[in-house]
C-alpha cells in the first residue's frame, strides 16, 4: 500500500454535496445526533436512571443538530467523509468517561501538551492511548521504517498497512480518534540534521529508537533542555520501564546511571566487541524473562530475531501513556528509576 495522504481534510458543509459526487464510493458517516445526545446525557447525570428526558433534550438539540453544525473530515486512505463534533465539545464528548480519574484542570493540561515520540512499534502505541484519553493535541512522531508483515504480531494495524511507514500509520491513528491533532512527521527519523527540530518545543520525549547511539544522544540533548524522558522495553508479556527525570534534575546520569559516564560519542567510538554489554545494560539483561533470554541466544540460529508480543507492546504503550500524563500534570511524586511491571510475577 503506497504511503500517501496522512492528514484528513477538513470539509465545509456548504461543499458537502459536491465533495461527494466527486468521490466515488465515498462512505459518509454522520452520527452527530447520537454524539449529541452522549454529550447531553454527560452534562445531566440525573438522567442516567430516570429516563424521561426527551423534552429537555429536545431542547439541547435545537441549538446544535443543524447542517452546518460541526465540521466534517475526509480521510482519504479510507475514502470516508465523517462528521465531527466542534473541538471543544469533541474533546468533552469523547473525554466525559474519564472524569472524575482525571480532574478538568489535569485533562486541559495533557491536552495542550507536546509529545515527542521516537520510534513508531511500541511508541505507536504510546501515541494511540494517548490520544484515547484525551492527550497531546501536538505530537512530533519520528521513525523512517516501514511496517513489515512480521510487526503486526505486535503492532495495532492490519496487513492493508504493511509496506507504508510506520509513523504514518500511527498518524492516521491518532487523526481518526481526534482529527483536530496537531502532528509532525520526521520520516528519515531523529538523526543529527532533524534532533533539535524534534526536541524544541516537546514537553516530554518517549525515546522508543533501536539506534543505541541515539538512545543515549536523545537524553543528553533531553538532559540539556531539561525535557523528561521514558522508556519501555518489553520482556516476554511483562514490560521494563525507565523514568529519567531530567525536568525535575538536569544533572541527573543518563539512563539512570545504568551504563556509567558512557556518553554518545564514547559509543559511537567503542569496539565492537563492547557494544553487546552495553546494548544488555541499557534492555535490562538482568531483569529480561527466562525465555526471553533463552530465545536471545538463538538470534542468527534458530530465530531470525529477538521475540516480541502484542501483549508486551500494548503494555508498554499503556504504561507510557500513564507515566506521560502523571509527568504533564505536574506529579513531582514520580521518580527517576527503573520499574518493572510482570504479569509472570503478580500471577
Known sequence: MSNGSWQPVAVSSGQLAEFVNEHSCIQVVDQNRGNLEELFLLRHPQYRFDKDYQAPLQDFLKRYDHPDFGQWFYFPWSNLLVRYLPEPLHLELRTGRNKNL??????????????????????????????????????????????????????????????????????????????????????????????DQILNDGDIIIEETDNPYWKLRARELARDQGLPVLMATDNGDGAIVDVERYDLNKNAPILNGLIGDLTAEGLKNMPSADLPKVAAEIAGADLVVPRMLESVAEVGKTLYSWPQLG???????????????????????LKSGRYTVSPEMIF
Open 102 to 195: 482525571i480532574t478538568a484542570v489535569e485533562q486541559n493540561r495533557f491536552y495542550y501538551s507536546t509529545v515527542v515520540i521516537l520510534g513508531l512499534s511500541v511508541g505507536s502505541h504510546a501515541a494511540t492511548v494517548i490520544a484515547m484519553t484525551g492527550g497531546a493535541k501536538h505530537f512530533k512522531l519520528a521513525d523512517p521504517d516501514n511496517l513489515s508483515g512480521d510487526n503486526l504480531n505486535r503492532i495495532r494495524t492490519g496487513f492493508q498497512n504493511v509496506g507504508i511507514k510506520k509513523a504514518i500509520a500511527a498518524a492516521r491513528q491518532i487523526f481518526e480518534i481526534n482529527p483536530y491533532s496537531e502532528i509532525e512527521l520526521y520520516l528519515e527519523g531523529v538523526n543529527d540534521t532533524t534532533a
Open 311 to 333: 501483549t508486551a507492546a500494548n503494555m508498554c504503550g499503556s504504561l507510557l501513556a500513564y507515566l506521560t500524563r502523571r509527568i504533564i500534570v505536574g506529579d513531582d511524586t
